[in-house]
């Protein structure tokens, strides 16, 4: 059995390490804020928010206090607000720890693209670019095959690159893999997935 | 002379003309300068170029001057949840520059602070880097990306004194900030005018140094994505 959506998000968690700030992308990254457990963890929304606090109850939502994906939220004790520009710069300046983030493709080289197909769709990358250039680790997490069942792990991206060399880990239905010398290395499989599974649903060279 | 006007198409008198670049304040539709907008649709100025991080949404935000084709080019980092923006672009009606979220804002920031370009990281490798300087520091490629001055900034904050030192609310304060800085000229809407001396000194997010004209509106405030939870059961 592959992982599931929350299954995923539950191990995409265990890379986070106490005290860090973090900052999560839409989709089921967003659901690895479930996971944390007793882990410090502060979450950065790009809007110009650390310390993002869950959904609010309903009649308690306010217009002014959304995340990056628009979304009303709630502040938490800790919370500090600031500017697109401040956001930004500690995005940039390598204050942020880690970034989870989904894909549409991942190379073996550590590319990534996430933010456009040409001709079809065409919303724009948002933060994302500044997030993989910035953050301290890239840590994706997308289905292993997208719906035709061709692998999204490549030689190459076919689409615009959100980054390039950018992604350290990346977090699959299948397993998960590092970006290394070569290739991408298999770090874990999920229970009841084989090796033969992986390799063919893999583009990409699998090192050992 | 002071910087208190009685409506937006008062305060916006004598400083719009077709072709102009246009900062706006907002993230999604949170912290938009509503009134402005409307001002600016009913001024039917032409030829906009708008540099602004989303662009409303089809009937409100910035929606409304993509509907009026006011708009010639937008300066963005995401247009998605918008179908007549999609539609104009897809046709080549509309002209649409993508920017990195923080190199928009920094772009803003920095022309503001009189830095008219900077180097970062984003993009490198990308389409973004297409035509830029490319500069190594410490072995690692940078582009250069140049700062953006506009003719006229219009903003959204929750309080101002009648000086335009403002207080902006929660993450309604987002873009606003470099917003105004960029601009020229920066009109302000707010919530509610205030006497001088009645904002902390020391709790002023943006000084009334960047601010020229100051409007109080009414605001809808719509919420793009309505999310809840439960409350638990006792």
């Known amino acids: 059995m592959a992982w599931d959506r929350n299954q995923m998000a539950e191990r995409a968690a265990q890379e986070l390490q106490d005290g860090w700030y973090v900052n999560l992308g839409i989709g089921i990254p967003t659901l690895v804020a479930n996971y944390v457990g007793d882990k410090d963890i502060t979450l950065q929304s790009e809007n110009g928010m650390l310390g993002m606090g869950p959904f609010p109850f309903e009649g308690e939502e306010d217009p002014d206090l959304i995340n990056a994906g628009k979304q009303t939220i709630t502040e938490l004790s800790r919370t500090a607000y600031f500017d697109s520009a401040t956001s930004f710069g500690m995005i940039r300046g390598g204050k942020i720890a880690a970034a989870i983030l989904g894909a549409m493709e991942v190379a073996e080289n550590g590319d990534l693209a996430n933010w456009m197909i040409p001709g079809k769709l065409v919303k724009g990358m948002g933060g994302a670019m500044d997030l993989v250039a910035g953050v301290g680790k890239v840590i994706v997490i997308m289905d292993h095959a997208n719906k035709k069942g061709e692998s999204k792990l490549l030689k190459e991206c076919t689409l615009p690159l959100t980054g390039k060399g950018v992604v350290d880990r990346i977090i699959t239905n299948l397993g998960v893999f590092d970006v290394v010398e070569g290739g991408l290395k298999l770090v874990e499989m999920a229970d009841g997935v084989t090796r033969a599974e992986i390799d063919s649903l893999t583009e990409a060279t699998l090192v050992n | ?234």
């Open chain 2, 1 to 234: 002379m002071g910087k208190i006007y009685n409506s937006a198409a008062e305060a916006l008198d004598g400083l719009l003309f077709d072709g102009m670049l246009i900062a706006a304040g907002g993230f999604g539709l949170c912290g938009i300068p509503e009134n402005l907008i409307s001002a600016i649709k009913d001024a039917g100025t032409k030829d906009l170029t708008v540099a602004s991080n989303n662009a409303g949404v089809d009937n409100f935000g910035l929606g409304v001057l993509l509907q009026t084709r006011q708009v010639k080019k937008m300066i963005s980092s995401y247009v998605g949840e918008n179908d007549e923006f999609m539609r104009q672009y897809l046709s080549g009606e509309l002209e649409l520059e993508f920017n990195p979220q923080g190199t928009l804002a920094e772009r803003m920031r920095s022309a503001g602070c009189g830095i008219p370009g900077f180097y970062t990281k984003t993009g490198v490798g990308t389409v973004i880097a297409e035509g830029k300087e490319v500069k190594k520091f410490n072995g690692q490629d940078y582009i250069l990306e140049e700062g953006i001055i506009a003719d006229l900034s219009i903003v959204k904050a929750w309080k101002a004194d009648d000086t335009g030192n403002l207080v902006f609310r929660k993450t309604a304060r987002n873009f606003n900030p470099p917003a105004a800085m960029c601009g020229k000229v920066c009109v302000v809407e707010v919530e509610e005018i205030v006497p001088r001396g009645s904002i902390d000194p020391d709790h002023i997010h943006l000084p009334g140094i960047y601010v020229h004209r100051i409007i109080q509106g009414e605001h809808e405030k719509r919420i793009e994505q309505r999310t809840v939870r439960q409350r638990e059961e006792a």
